[in-house]
């Protein structure tokens, strides 16, 4: 049973900060490249952030560059990401989503256990 659980969705105002957590059952995240992706309504899923197994490398989408860090605890089998200046842009559901055709990059399609998403919603 391999499985991914996303929490610290909710709702937050401009400006504000969520922790979003992906907690691994059913397999060691240490082997693996995860990835952060979200989907808005109408528009297609998008990367926003991924990092290597050991967590020596990461990857930023532009519109999320500066104000969103991830980071990965191996030991407790958890990768987050931390929102900070969160703009109604943002608002999406997130998933996060383990590597499995080894390529490095942080595109959807090479990623292939999913979680069930969380959703972060930035409103006034």
């Known amino acids: 049973q391999v499985q991914l659980v996303e929490s610290g969705g909710g709702l937050v105002q401009p400006g504000g900060s969520l922790r979003l957590s992906c907690a691994a059952s059913?397999?060691?995240?240490?082997?693996?490249?995860i990835g952060w992706f979200r989907q808005a309504p109408g528009k297609e899923r998008e990367g926003v952030s991924c990092?290597?197994?050991?967590?020596?490398?990461?990857n930023y989408a532009d519109s999320v560059k500066g104000r969103f860090t991830i980071s990965r605890d191996n030991a407790k089998n958890t990768v987050y990401l931390q929102m900070n200046s969160l703009k109604p842009e943002d608002t999406a559901v997130y998933y996060c989503?383990?590597?499995?055709?080894?390529?490095?990059?942080?595109?959807?399609?090479?990623?292939?256990?999913w979680g069930q998403g969380t959703q972060v919603t930035v409103s006034s």
């Open positions: 059913g397999f060691a995240l240490n082997y693996y490249r």
């Open positions: 989503a383990a590597e499995t055709i080894i390529t490095g990059k942080c595109v959807p399609e090479t990623y292939a256990y």
């Open positions: 990092i290597s197994s050991s967590g020596g490398s990461t």
